[in-house]
């Protein structure tokens, strides 16, 4: 755990708080430099991601690093997934010692991420919150809940696909409770709520329950922003 890294980050963006769960979760030594997403540094596209998205994670940076200027040949590592990925490799405490156990929460990340994140974001962003894809939402959350292992809610252990999948989870519950999102229709966070709480998606609530309290989620959040 002697290596420090520097991770490019923004409070409220989601991908980016992947990130900071995952190296919160492992104990690893890291700094994090804010971004303002809409007023981003000159610097950051040139020298840090030619995306100019975020997260970035700066590995193995000198403690005296100037975050705005690395030396040329500098490792950055784009992209939240493989942020997440690469923490698992490089630290322990993300990686389930069981292979089985890994692989299914693997594929519970994976079918979070080709299902529900995208119809979430339809309805959020695209729909607004008018109520036309929110049965495209459910209805892919129904196709998730079948990927959460049995007793997975219930172990007290914590790997990289919840790593992954805390920062939509809990913000679908917490933000949709502030009625935070860009939605034009009024109460439309209820009316999500309203939806998620029927019986069938008991075991969504109750992970989404176990992720909100896991400390490397709340320690590394601001729900105010």
């Not at 172990?155 to 679908?172: M, N, V």
Request: glycine letters at 4%; charged letters at 25%; proline letters at 8%.
């Amino acid at each position: 755990m002697a290596k420090r890294s520097i991770l490019y980050s923004a409070d409220v963006c989601p991908y980016a708080h992947r990130a900071r769960v995952a190296l919160k979760a492992t104990g690893a030594d890291f700094e994090i430099v804010e971004i303002n997403l809409k007023d981003k540094p000159e610097w950051y596209q040139p020298k840090i991601n030619p995306a100019s998205k975020v997260p970035a994670l700066w590995y193995d940076a000198p403690k005296d690093a100037d975050p705005s200027s690395p030396p040329e040949g500098t490792f950055i590592l784009p992209e939240s997934s493989l942020i997440v990925d690469f923490v698992q490799s490089e630290y322990p405490g993300l990686a389930f010692e069981d292979p089985i156990k890994r692989a299914k929460s693997a594929l519970m990340a994976l079918q979070w991420e080709n299902t529900v994140n995208p119809a979430w974001f339809k309805y959020t962003m695209s729909d607004g919150g008018k109520g036309e894809k929110l049965d495209d939402f459910l209805e892919a959350v129904r196709k998730f809940v079948p990927f959460i292992p049995d007793g997975y809610v219930e172990s007290p252990e914590f790997g990289a696909a919840d790593a992954s999948i805390a920062p939509f989870l809990t913000r679908i519950f917490e933000l949709s409770k502030r009625n935070a999102y860009p939605w034009t229709v009024e109460n439309s966070g209820q009316i999500v709520l309203d939806a998620l709480s029927a019986p069938e998606f008991e075991k969504l609530r109750a992970y989404a329950d176990k992720l909100a309290k896991w400390n490397a989620v709340s320690s590394t959040v601001d729900w105010g922003k």
